[in-house]
């Protein structure tokens, strides 16, 4: 017959370790729905979107061993110092990389929101910045001038500036745009 002093506490200890677990994969299965519904509301592919869904996943994966495991009383100062550690030199990565994060969170939002296509002609109101879309990629859109120079503007300076925008006649969507110069870079 088993000792039911040591296993008391180990029955105890699984109705939080089931919620943790149940929590995980609502999550998780929460957090790939909002990739989906974001893929069917944007001109974003599930592929594009893919990348995040798996970094996602692996967070929900990490967080949940780790309340698993002060769940069933194991010591987890250690593995919070590190974990906080780690988060901050995450966080001073970022910091130090924040302009190249900006362009490329506003190159999603100009994206999404669409304020230009390849092929309109735009220019900063009351900037000496003016010429037709030629190209975008993650951090730069370049501009094609009136005397057949290039201008790199860097994507968040569309959300900083006012924006004046003439359609073009052959104007072809951004994301089929990166799409095309994603397929020439493999």
Do not use: H, Y
Not at 21 to 46: C, D, I, M, P, W
Not at 74 to 95: E, R
Not at 161 to 169: N, Q
């Amino acid at each position: 017959m088993p000792n039911l002093e040591a296993i008391t506490p180990l029955l105890s200890t699984l109705p939080a370790a089931l919620a943790v677990v149940v929590g995980a994969f609502l999550l998780n299965f929460v957090s790939r729905r909002g990739l989906e519904l974001l893929a069917t509301k944007t001109s974003l592919t599930a592929g594009d979107l893919a990348p995040f869904g798996k970094i996602a996943s692996w967070i929900i994966v990490v967080a949940t061993v780790v309340l698993l495991l002060g769940v069933f009383g194991f010591d987890l100062g250690g593995v919070w110092t590190m974990l906080a550690t780690v988060g901050a030199l995450v966080a001073i990565g970022f910091i130090a990389v924040w302009s190249v994060l900006s362009n490329l969170s506003c190159t999603l939002f100009i994206l999404v929101m669409r304020p230009f296509s390849v092929g309109d002609e735009i220019e900063f109101v009351g900037e000496p910045v003016k010429g037709r879309v030629t190209d975008l990629n993650f951090v730069f859109t370049t501009l094609r001038t009136d005397d057949g120079g290039t201008l790199q503007v860097p994507n968040n300076m569309f959300f900083q500036k006012v924006l004046k925008r003439r359609r073009g006649d052959a104007s072809i969507s951004l994301a089929q745009q990166l799409s095309r110069r994603g397929a020439a870079d493999v």
